[in-house]
């Protein structure tokens, strides 16, 4: 039994380190959508660099679960040759563009997660985890600074601009709550030093999301819903298609090397 | 980029004799004409027209390639080509500002571009259909860019001149990209060989559509070579895109779609076929295959995000009346 500790460790973590790459994976993919399409030029740059940084961060964490796996598999194998089934980020990541203030909202939910998961993730007692985080704080608060201002503006900016962020934090509120989730594989990589208590984050998400919300004089939504599944590989409609987009060239030509 | 630009510019100036040879002798001196300088107002138009249909280029330009964001074959690619894709976005806000030393909007050049008044590269109204033509698009359409826009570094106007310098050096880096793309394609499969050569079959005669009509035909040519805004006619560059890009598709094992293509000795470079100017000039036109859904796209961008740009200059007023207001305590 006591042999085996390392193997169960090491599986706990590789899913932990999965799931991690899976969330910038997916919101990478659906800010890849807007190049070309956003509201200024200006932004057009800002969401293809917040794109590019989830990208990079997800490039990483691929890498690293492939080594934590040990079977050989490439950050390529693990992007985009899984079943559906088998991605396990949070279906806010996978909630598509909608308008301007869907895809802010969405991005805000992410970003204030993500500040204080990475700020923490900086004293894990995995080294590449630690470097990771170190790395990808520093961008994450850059995209919490670009949406939060965005929100404000939005919010306190035209009736119309404020009818539809509302609307936006009302159709992706019930999403929020899985970010916090724990389960057999966060536990075990909290006891083990590696992982982060990501349910301790909300007071920290709560007072900046409050905050903004303050700011843009829009009401945070009632907490009367909330969606769960994705952790479990349980999606929504939506994620069959960015799969379908995402592993079009490699389901087609499998094995090739581009 | 793009010698088209130059395409229905009208350069007639007005000003007096005296000042058009004081004018012309400082650009035989190579100097620099800063946006401040007295300028005819030529000069100035035939600069607007052109810088601003670089700018639309480099921003419609995004529309192709961004097809294939969601869809890029491994992680690597998909970072390179959404990082290129925004260089370009780059590209333009860098030309606009330009644009706008010469007094003219960054709002009234966008409209004209909406309105289909404004041209850009014809180039970018055909589809991308596969990988590869992410890959011969960097390979050719940057490359003719880099021909046309190397002679535009010393370009008689300073802030054109100077953002060209800064935008060849990532468009050789997007040159050289696409090339590599080629490359691994061409030593892969069968399959992607075939998928390479496709792509180059498509895109070889449009990419030598982007050096614009022949000189006979290039109506303001002549002032542009004067004034320094142009260094070299449409077919002397087109002629040099062709001797450098020959060479490249032979080591790639491709063959390009001319079968009057054949090297002269004599003038050391490449003769070739007739290019189908009437293709061309639909496409200019805007009978394109992909002009009205570029156009579309264009629109939507901007007329469905409206409400945001509203909202980013409604508040900015509120806070501007609010912080007078604390100033006023
Ligand atoms: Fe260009
Ligand atoms: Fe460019
Ligand atoms: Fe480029």
């Known amino acids: 039994m006591a042999d085996l500790m390392p193997d169960m460790i090491a599986g ?44 990079g961060q997800a490039r990483s964490l691929f890498t690293y679960a492939g080594e934590v796996e040990g079977e050989g598999r490439s950050e390529d194998d693990l992007a985009f040759l899984r079943q559906e089934r088998d991605y396990f980020n949070a279906l806010l990541m996978e909630q598509p ?28 007692s995995d080294k590449t985890l630690a470097a990771v985080a170190a790395k990808s704080l520093k961008e994450v608060e850059y995209h919490l600074r670009h949406c939060s201002e965005w929100i404000i503006r939005l919010g306190d900016g035209t009736e119309e601009s404020h009818v539809r962020t509302q609307a936006a934090l009302d159709e992706l509120w019930g999403y929020a709550s899985e970010l916090f989730e724990m389960d057999e594989v966060a536990d075990e990589m909290l006891v083990t030093g590696v992982g982060v208590d ?57 094995g090739l090397s581009w | 980029m793009y010698s088209q630009g130059l395409i229905g510019a009208d350069g007639t100036t007005h000003e007096d004799e005296e000042f058009l040879t004081a004018f012309q002798a400082r650009i035989d001196a190579e100097l620099k004409i800063e946006p401040n300088d007295p300028m005819p107002a030529g000069y100035r138009k035939t600069l607007v027209r052109q810088i601003a249909q670089h700018a639309h280029s480099e921003i419609v330009g995004m529309l192709p390639e961004g097809n294939w964001i969601t869809r890029a074959p491994t992680l690597r690619r998909k970072a390179a080509l959404l990082a290129k894709v925004q260089d370009e976005g780059g590209h333009g806000l860098y030309l606009y500002s330009a644009a706008e030393t010469l ?65 060849c050096k990532e468009e050789s880096f997007h040159q050289r990209q696409g090339y590599e793309i080629m490359l691994t394609l061409c030593r892969g499969s069968d399959e992607q060989k075939a998928m390479a050569q496709d792509a180059l079959n498509r895109w070889w005669w449009p990419s030598l559509m982007m050096f614009g009509p022949h000189d006979a035909e290039s109506t303001h040519s002549d002032q542009s070579m004067a004034w320094k805004i142009k260094r070299f006619t449409n077919d002397e560059l087109r002629q040099k895109f062709i001797d450098a890009t020959v060479p490249q598709a032979e080591f790639l094992g491709l063959t390009v779609p001319d079968p009057e293509l054949k090297w002269n000795e004599d003038k050391g470079g490449y003769d070739h076929g007739e290019i189908d100017w009437n293709e061309f000039w639909s496409v200019v036109k805007g009978n394109g295959i992909c002009n009205r859904a570029r156009l579309k796209a264009r629109r939507m961008a901007h007329d469905d995000n409206a409400w945001v740009r509203e909202a980013a200059l409604a508040y900015a007023e509120k806070a501007s009346v609010r912080e007078t207001a604390v100033a006023a305590q």
Request: glycine share 8%.
């Open chain 1, 12 to 55: 706990a973590k590789f899913k932990y380190v999965l799931r991690l790459a899976d969330d910038q994976l997916i919101l990478g993919q659906r800010l890849g959508e807007w190049c070309g399409h956003a509201p200024t030029l200006e932004e057009d740059l800002a969401l293809a660099n917040i794109g590019l940084d989830l990208l």
């Open chain 1, 97 to 124: 563009n909608g308008d301007f203030a869907v895809t802010i909202v969405r991005q805000l939910f992410h970003a204030a997660f993500m500040v204080p998961f990475w700020s923490a993730m900086t004293g894990s």
């Open chain 1, 198 to 254: 990501a349910a301790a984050l909300k007071d920290d998400w709560d007072a900046t999301v409050d905050a903004v919300l303050a700011r843009a004089t829009l009401n945070r939504p009632e907490d009367s819903w909330s969606q769960t599944g994705g952790r479990s590989g349980q999606h929504s409609e939506h994620m069959g298609h960015i799969l379908s987009d995402l592993q079009y060239m490699q389901r087609t030509y499998p």
């Open chain 2, 103 to 167: 007094g003219v909007s960054r709002e009234e050049l966008v409209d004209q571009l909406l309105s289909g008044k404004a041209k850009y590269s014809s180039i970018f109204n055909y589809p991308t259909q596969t990988w590869a033509d992410i890959g011969t698009i960097g390979w050719l359409v940057d490359g003719a860019a880099i021909m046309n826009q190397i002679p535009l570094c010393r370009c008689s106007f300073g802030p054109y001149a100077r953002a060209m310098i800064r935008v």
